[in-house]
């Protein structure tokens, strides 16, 4: 007879429905929790805003419709405001990565520059304690300056490179220099400030309709098709209006202004006006308009980078009034798109002999700022103002407009494709590291779903071990700064709360891949793929804990009754750190610390001799007690055990004899998740795949020695206990 030793299949159910009670009426006081607890919002007050900003600005009343702060200037006394002030959790209230948002003061100008960005506070773990406050505050400075309408680019020492770089040759993209060891946190300061200064732009600077159509068309600097301007009004490169007095007559009909015209009364035919709009910026337009020489002078003067267009009239009426004062603003002209009227500023230059236009009365150059968002190959509205005056004191004057809708041809224009998400950028930045820890993570899965071959070698199981987490330790912690910890699920809490979902995750990829393979690993294995693999801490315990050995350091034991109660440290942390989440998120940012994580791996002992003491102090507790932190403390471990109880298999393989008698296993686990009955305790595994190769190994493994001396069969454990285990696992 042979020796059967695969265990069969066995399928793990789902746990009664008591085990489910107690988490339900958990979620339900948290949910009650989650709607009593408002948001957080901007706290500042106009004084505190004076104390900033001092002559020749002054800062007005908070504004109603949107809560930012207008600044005023002593120098432009009735120009309106020239800059607006804010907060940024009161319009982007981006959570981080503890789940509160960053809050910065704001400013920008009237063009859409920054004037400062200054932090008010925050709450991202790397820079409580780890890096601390001055390389975030050195991060923000560099915004100063810079416009909201270019595409902002993080990298690290970005300073050396942002003159050189092609992209940012024609402005419409910045460079600037991240932090490292906090790149995620980084990115969630630049859409925490962006999406704040956008929102004020899109409401006082005319930046609404740019946020709905994606980016704006810009002219081909290099198609230039000579073209006569008859030809151009045809093809509607030239915008025309062109009005008799007998249709402005009309349009007063039922006014005041109605029959004051004696003119137009008389001679109704005749042209009232005839204006003319034409976008300059396209060299096919502005050569064509303008001539080689004129077309050079006026660019040259738009160093502003402005939407400049060429508008003129001709007939009875001008598109300039009797007041009319060089450089500014026509009272007679007026410029919109989509609803949104635009500043249309005289630029001080008055083309001659424009080759084949009418006899004029007004020729005239207008620019808008970029900055504006306006799209020049989309149809923009003209509008003239007329007026007419009825009376010789105190004459009543009313007022009409006449509007010329106009878009130059589109083969004139390039759209420049969609700005690449913020998150998605850092996921590109990344995509070395991503592939190297995803193959890593398939070659783990594979080892872990065929264990057979890799454990029952004790030689090669150690080589492969050691060498995959110092692959963890080394590659995945302090270099791809990959460990998880505590902070994202109490974060995860606190955005949730707040109504800001979990967005802010897609900034960490190398995190969101390595919690997206230990989710999956729930149902598979349970926690011990994470915990005795994935851990970057974990390993360096594993690490100091083999070292021990080595020095014959004494090492102490505890009854494993004794172990399981202290066990149970590790699930009252976390239900401390997860009600502080809830009800005291201030205490818990410093409860938190109870996790050496940040210590030892993300700022890699570089930080304050308390918090290194402590590390090193759970460090040599490790040394003379396996993995001390990991199974009496860590309470991420603690929630990574309640992620295992998904688990569908009892994957580690028994025999009937295992436990009874033979103890091989329970004497070789170094983490006492054996019973002297030979049951797997999945919550205390770290799936070091010891056990799994003694089960395989007829060296090791008694039942099978001593059923080889005799001749004798050995059967598997019965199905339904917990040596159940997939075929090929146990095979």
């Not at 006014?255 to 709009?277: H, N, Q, R, S, W």
């Not at 103002?385 to 007022?399: D, E, N, Q, S, V």
Request: with cysteine; proline share 7%.
């Amino acid at each position: 007879m042979g020796i059967c030793r695969n265990a069969t299949v066995t399928p793990k159910f789902w746990p009664k429905p008591e085990f489910f009670r107690p988490l339900l009426l958990a979620f339900a006081v948290l949910l009650g929790l989650l709607n009593s607890l408002s948001a957080m919002a901007g706290s500042l007050t106009k004084a505190d805003i004076e104390r900033r900003f001092g002559p020749p600005l002054h800062v007005q009343e908070k504004l109603s419709d949107i809560p930012a702060w207008p600044l005023t200037s002593e120098l432009e006394p009735e120009g309106g405001p020239v800059g607006y002030v804010f907060e940024s959790i009161d319009l982007a209230p981006i959570p981080g990565f503890e789940g509160t948002p960053m809050n910065f003061l704001v400013s920008i100008d009237r063009k859409g520059n920054f004037m400062d960005v200054e932090l008010l506070h925050q709450h991202e773990p790397v820079f409580l304690g780890g890096l601390g406050e001055p390389p975030l505050r050195e991060f923000v400075t560099q915004y100063a300056g810079r416009n909201i309408k270019q595409q902002f680019l993080i990298a690290l020492n970005a300073a050396r490179n942002r003159t050189g770089q092609a992209s940012n040759t024609q402005g419409f993209q910045t460079t600037l220099d991240g932090v490292a060891k906090a790149t995620a946190s980084v990115r969630i300061v630049n859409q925490s400030v962006l999406g704040a200064a956008l929102e004020v732009a899109r409401a006082k600077l005319g930046f609404t309709a740019r946020k709905e159509r994606g980016p704006t068309a810009h002219a081909l600097p290099d198609v230039h098709d000579p073209v006569a301007f008859a030809e151009m009004l045809k093809n509607g490169m030239v915008g025309r209006l062109r009005l008799t007095n007998a249709e402005v007559e009309k349009m007063f009909a039922g006014t005041d202004g109605a029959g004051v015209d004696d003119e137009a009364l008389a001679k109704p035919d005749e042209v009232f006006v005839d204006f003319y709009i034409a976008y300059l910026n396209a060299p096919t337009i502005g050569r064509a308009i303008l001539g080689e020489a004129q077309y050079k002078a006026a660019m040259d003067r738009n160093f502003e980078n402005r939407h400049l267009w060429w508008i003129a009239s001709a007939g009875r009426y001008s598109i300039l009034d009797d007041n009319f004062v060089p450089g500014a603003q026509s009272p007679r002209l007026a410029m919109a798109q989509d609803g949104f009227f635009l500043e249309l500023r005289d630029q001080g230059f008055e083309p001659k002999d424009i080759a084949g236009a009418p006899e004029l009365n007004a020729s005239r150059l207008f620019g808008v700022f970029a900055e504006a968002g306006l799209d020049p190959a989309r149809p923009l509205d003209l509008s003239l103002t007329i007026t007419r005056a009825k009376g010789m004191i105190l004459p009543t004057l009313t007022h009409k407009q006449a509007t010329l809708s106009y878009a130059p041809p589109k083969n004139l224009f390039v759209y420049p494709p969609e700005p690449t998400p913020e998150w998605l950028l850092a996921w590109k930045a990344r995509w070395l590291e991503l592939a190297i820890i995803g193959a890593a993570l398939a070659l783990l899965s594979v080892v872990l779903a065929r264990p057979h071959w890799i454990s029952v070698e004790p030689r090669r199981l150690a080589i492969f071990r050691l060498g995959f987490l110092a692959f963890t330790l080394l590659y995945v912690g302090w270099y791809a700064q990959g460990q998880l910890s505590m902070v994202q699920i109490t974060g995860a809490i606190k955005s949730l709360k707040a109504g800001q979902g979990l967005s802010s995750y897609l900034y960490d990829p190398i995190s969101l891949l390595l919690i997206a393979f230990t989710l999956v690993s729930f149902f598979v294995w349970g926690r011990g793929t994470f915990c005795g693999w994935l851990c970057p801490f974990g390993a360096l315990q594993e690490f100091i804990g083999k070292l021990a050995k080595l020095l014959r350091l004494p090492q102490v034991k505890i009854p494993l009754a004794v172990a399981k109660k202290l066990e149970w440290g590790r699930y009252l942390v976390l239900a401390v750190l997860v009600g502080a989440a809830f009800l005291l998120p201030r205490a818990g940012e410093t409860l938190n610390e109870v996790e050496p994580f940040k210590t030892a791996i993300t700022v890699g002992f570089d930080r304050t001799w308390p918090f290194v003491a402590y590390a090193v102090g759970l460090l040599v507790a490790g040394a003379f007690y396996y993995k001390f932190f990991c199974r009496f403390i860590c309470p991420l471990g603690g929630a990574m055990s309640l992620g295992g109880r998904l688990r569908r298999w009892n994957w580690l393989p028994r025999r009937a004899e295992c436990g009874k008698p033979c103890q091989r296993c329970k004497v070789v686990c170094e983490y006492d998740a054996i019973e002297p009955s030979g049951e797997i305790r999945y919550d205390a595994c770290f799936q070091c795949l010891d056990c799994v190769g003694i089960y395989h190994d007829d060296r090791r493994c008694v039942p099978i020695m001593i059923y080889d001396k005799r001749g004798k069969t050995l059967t598997p454990r019965a199905a339904g206990k917990s040596g159940g285990a997939p075929a090929e696992q146990a095979a």
